[in-house]
C-alpha cells in the first residue's frame, strides 16, 4: 500500500516514520482518509490473537496472550490462608498487572504506576462481577482454611489495548490451573494436600472484552495500537459473558453521547459479539 504521507515532490518528501513523530494526527487522520490504518488494517480490523499456555512450570496455572505485537504473560500461585471474619466460606484471587517500563517507552521505572493499578482493580471487578470463579469454591473449611488465588500478569511487549490481552492471559491462566485435592483433618488440626491428586480449577464464565477508539469524533477503530491510543477522543471497551450480559466502560478525555453516541456503542456492541466468537474458538484450541 503506498504510503498517503508521502509527498509527490522528492525535494519535499518526508521520511514516514519522522512525520509520524512530529505530526502523529495528521499523519494517521492521511490514512484514515484512504480508509486504512497506519499499520495496514483497516478501522474495524482487529489484530490476531495468539494464546499459549502452561509456559510457567513452577505455576499452578499460566498463560500467554498476544494481541499483535502486545504480549501479556499471566501466572496463578495458589496458598493457603484462613478466611477473613464474616467471609468464613470465601477465599481470595487477587489479580495483579505490571507494566514495567522494559515493555514500553511509555512505562517508568519504579513502583507500579496509576494505570497498572487501575487495570488491576479493574480485572478484579470482572472476575466477581461475571463469577469467572466462585470463592466460594475456593474455601476448604468454613472459618479455617481457603486457597488464596495470586494472579500475576507481566506486559512483556506493549502495543496498545493491554487490558484485552491481560483479560485474555488471565482467564486462559485460569483454565490452566489445577490445586492440590485439599481436605481439613480435624485430628492434626490442619489441611492435608494430596501430593499426586490435583483438581482442575473452575471456571464458569468467560467474558471477553472488546476494545475500540474514538479518533477525531467520526473514526471508530477496534484494537488501537500503542501510537494510536494518545490520539483517541474516547475509549470504549464492550465485554460479553457467556450469557450474553453487555458490560461497556468508557474511558477518556470525551465521552460518546447523544444520538450519535448510542450509534457508536451499538456498533461496538455488534463488533464485540462477532469478536468473542472468534476468541472463544482460539480459547478452546489451548
Known amino acids: 500500500m503506498e504510503d498517503p504521507t508521502a509527498s509527490g515532490s522528492s525535494s519535499t518528501k518526508l521520511d514516514p516514520e519522522i512525520y509520524s513523530r512530529i505530526h502523529p494526527r495528521a499523519y494517521l487522520e492521511r490514512f484514515l482518509a484512504a480508509s486504512y490504518r497506519p499499520s495496514g488494517r483497516t478501522p474495524p480490523s482487529f489484530r490476531p490473537v495468539q494464546i499459549h499456555t502452561g509456559s510457567i512450570s513452577t505455576a499452578d496455572g499460566s498463560a500467554l496472550a498476544r494481541l ?16 477473613d471474619a464474616g467471609a468464613e466460606r470465601r477465599g481470595w484471587a487477587v489479580p495483579n498487572l505490571d507494566l514495567p517500563a522494559v515493555c514500553g517507552s511509555r512505562f517508568k521505572p519504579g513502583p507500579p504506576g496509576e494505570e497498572a493499578q487501575v487495570w488491576s482493580e479493574r480485572l478484579w471487578e470482572l472476575l466477581i462481577e461475571n463469577e469467572v470463579i466462585s470463592l466460594e469454591d475456593l474455601c476448604i473449611e468454613p472459618g479455617r482454611s481457603a486457597w488464596v488465588l495470586y494472579i500475576d500478569l507481566v506486559c512483556i511487549n506493549y502495543d496498545g489495548n493491554a487490558y484485552d490481552a491481560s483479560v485474555l492471559a488471565m482467564i486462559a491462566a485460569l483454565r490452566n490451573t489445577t490445586l492440590p485435592k485439599a481436605r481439613w483433618d480435624e485430628d492434626k488440626r490442619r489441611v492435608v494436600c494430596s501430593r499426586k491428586e490435583r483438581v482442575p480449577l473452575q471456571v464458569k464464565n468467560l467474558p471477553i472484552p472488546s476494545t475500540f477508539g474514538v479518533f477525531d469524533g467520526q473514526h471508530l477503530l477496534a484494537d488501537p495500537s500503542a501510537f494510536e491510543e494518545p490520539l483517541l477522543d474516547t475509549i470504549v471497551t464492550v465485554t460479553v459473558d457467556d450469557a450474553g450480559r453487555i458490560r461497556v466502560q468508557l474511558a477518556g478525555p470525551a465521552c460518546v453521547g447523544g444520538v450519535d453516541g448510542l450509534k457508536v456503542v451499538g456498533q461496538c456492541v455488534q463488533a464485540a459479539r462477532a469478536r468473542r466468537k472468534e476468541v472463544l474458538g482460539v480459547l478452546d484450541g489451548t
Do not use: I, R
Open 68 to 83: 499483535g505485537d502486545t504480549t501479556v504473560v499471566c501466572g496463578v500461585k495458589a496458598e493457603l490462608a484462613e478466611p
